[in-house]
């Protein structure tokens, strides 16, 4: 696994639910869905305990000296149209004091060499408000849609 400046990544076990749950609360207070879309960490751990023993799914931990720093969640989806499958990342998130384009990149090569493994024929990153844009076109990555938001209730 990648190994920067006392940081790592590997994938995640049943031991990490409640870090990634902790962190996904966090990153919900970035989101801009967070006024209107309430948090349930119920559904959370629902849904990383039923992805971290599935190949169709990724989870990622970032830790640095032993803590859980981030987090990278992605799945494996059939395309609506073809036969073929894509990775998408479902959320990602970085703590703050421990972002950096370096931590960043190793959460994304590891994304993309599971994707490999997995025989998918491209991966899709999301990115909040084009944060991260300019590091995505650097590795590679090209803008393919912009998702629009309107709150009906």
């Known amino acids: ?3 920067t400046e006392g940081y790592s ?3 995640a076990t049943e031991d990490d639910v409640f870090d990634v749950v902790l962190l996904t609360r ?8 967070k006024d209107y879309v ?11 305990s039923h992805a971290v023993p599935h190949d169709s799914f990724i989870v990622l931990v970032l830790e640095n ?3 859980i720093v981030g987090y990278f969640f992605g799945v494996i989806m059939e395309c609506y149209f073809a036969l073929e499958s894509q990775a998408t990342c479902l959320s990602w998130f ?3 004091p421990h972002r950096s384009v370096r931590n960043a990149f190793s959460l994304l090569k590891q994304y993309e060499k599971w994707a490999i493994d997995q025989k998918v024929v491209s991966v899709n ?3 909040i408000k084009e944060n ?4 995505f076109e650097k590795l590679g990555y090209e803008k393919t849609e912009i998702t629009f938001t309107k709150r009906i209730k």
């Open 1 to 3: 696994m990648p190994k």
């Open 9 to 11: 990544v590997r994938e």
């Open 26 to 33: 966090e990153a919900y207070e970035t989101v801009p869905e």
């Open 38 to 48: 309430k948090f349930s960490s119920k559904k959370v751990i629902q849904l990383v």
């Open 65 to 67: 000296d032993g803590e």
């Open 94 to 96: 970085i703590r703050p």
């Open 125 to 127: 990153m999301i990115d």
């Open 132 to 135: 991260s844009s300019k590091v």
